[in-house]
């Protein structure tokens, strides 16, 4: 076992100093520093540091790992444009062993950056399996933890991405990795397939995204006569196991929807400014009792990033400095934890005796006071911003250490570059003959 000591920690709920945290998987005791005794444990010493809870990221795509530096045309004029040109063209060309690289190094950097819990959302050309080479290569090998799901979109096989979900779902059902019911969104789902999915999902909770560009709800509109909420609705396909990701442009009937149902949102508010698509009405979800979590959408591997842009863009969309604040960030912070723990039937986003060990260690040596009331400002303003954890600690297993990870991957990035340049080559020599009927 381990003892952290000399330990000062916040998690979101709890600010303590001076006290020692004995763990193994779980957290088991918690005690004062002048009550501590070492008997054989393992000692960490933390004076000068904070501990706190690993991270989650509630919405990523790992797929999308080996696009970094790649050149292709790309001129888009809409969102749907920078699906067809970029992301759609990427994951028609991963097969299972691209699927697999690149879940591990995406998910290996988001480790680095303090997260210890990953949503992922997955999409590629080869279906079946897909989702046990993710489980591999970030449950298995790194030792995270994952809810995975499978994109399921009429431009794949309907039959196999459902088949691959409902599989995964029934087979994982662990305090390290489930399953959703994966589907894309709106716009790339016929009635024909939404059906079919809900005939067999079965209570599953579904993780699709919505209403992320105003195309999603036009294209809804044209379509089908409603919104893409209410088209979700009249499939029976909304439970309070349901993530809806993004939700940038659904009205006021469809949060309400939303609300009855007890289904949570996911934002990714960095994403969502990089496509240009608008910005997430955060407060109002928050008022409405609408459960929102944070996710990063596979842009970046830093939760803290995004908890500061979701902080600035509120008060932007809201136009005033105060229109959100550090407690209602706070509360996106837990809901993504308590979202997690339903999930996966565990104790994240705790310290306390009996949740499980998944902990970050960053320095943090202040220059003005700290109390209980302001621990969170400190953090915010002085340590998200470049946020970069010395150790981490998942399930009990120390997977960084003085800001190195426990096992040399050396190997594995120079395997990465020589997978991600066989990517690149299969889209450059047939990019361009691959079509999308949207």
Not at 17 to 27: A, G, L, M, P, Y
Not at 249 to 269: F, P, Y
Not at 388 to 410: C, H, M, N, S, W
């Amino acid at each position: 076992m381990y003892a952290l000591i000399n330990v000062r920690f916040y998690d979101y709920k709890n600010y303590r100093e001076n006290v020692s945290i004995i763990f193994d998987e779980h957290i088991r005791i918690i005690k004062p520093m002048s009550e501590y005794r070492n008997a054989g444990y393992i000692e960490i010493d933390c004076t000068g540091k904070l501990v706190m809870p690993g991270f989650i990221s509630g919405h990523t795509h790992l797929y999308s790992t080996f696009a970094r530096g790649m050149a292709i045309d790309f001129n888009p004029q809409d969102f749907l444009d920078i699906l067809k040109q970029l992301w759609w063209k990427m994951d028609h060309f991963l097969d299972l062993d691209l699927v697999y690289h690149s879940a591990f190094m995406g998910a290996l950097e988001q480790m680095s950056s303090g997260t210890t819990t990953l949503i992922d959302h997955h999409a590629s050309g080869s279906i079946r399996g897909s989702l046990n080479m993710i489980k591999k290569a970030v449950v298995d090998e790194l030792k995270l933890r994952a809810i995975l799901a499978f994109e399921t979109s009429d431009r794949f096989d309907v039959s196999s991405a459902i088949e691959e979900n409902l599989e995964f779902i029934k087979n994982n059902s662990q305090k390290t990795v489930s399953g959703l019911f994966g589907m894309h969104a709106s716009l790339s789902l016929s009635d024909d397939t939404l059906t079919e999915i809900s005939t067999k999902l079965d209570g599953a909770g579904i993780h699709v995204h919505v209403a992320e560009s105003l195309l999603d709800e036009e294209d809804c509109l044209n379509k089908y006569g409603m919104r893409v909420v209410e088209r979700l609705e009249s499939f029976n396909l909304l439970n309070e196991k349901s993530l809806l990701v993004h939700c940038t442009h659904i009205d006021e009937a469809e949060m309400d929807i939303i609300k009855k149902h007890r289904s949570t949102i996911a934002i990714n508010v960095t994403s969502n400014l990089n496509n240009a698509v608008g910005i997430s009405q955060v407060k109002k979800f928050l008022d409405k009792s609408i459960r929102v979590i944070s996710g990063n959408d596979g842009l970046l591997p830093s939760q803290p990033i995004e908890y500061l842009n979701i902080y600035y863009l509120s008060h932007l969309l809201g136009k005033s400095p105060t229109a959100f604040n550090l407690d209602d960030l706070r509360t996106v912070i837990n809901n993504t934890y308590d979202y997690a723990n339903e999930m996966l039937k565990t104790n994240l986003g705790s310290i306390k005796e009996g949740a499980e060990a998944d902990l970050v260690i960053v320095d943090f040596k202040p220059y003005t006071p700290v109390t209980k009331e302001n621990i969170f400002g400190h953090i915010f303003f002085g340590l998200f911003p470049s946020f970069k954890p010395e150790t981490v600690i998942a399930g009990g297993k120390i997977l960084i250490e003085d800001y190195r990870t426990k096992e040399d991957f050396q190997e594995r990035f120079s395997l990465a570059k020589e997978k991600s340049d066989r990517l690149w080559k299969l889209i450059g020599k047939e990019g361009k003959d691959v079509r999308f009927k949207y």
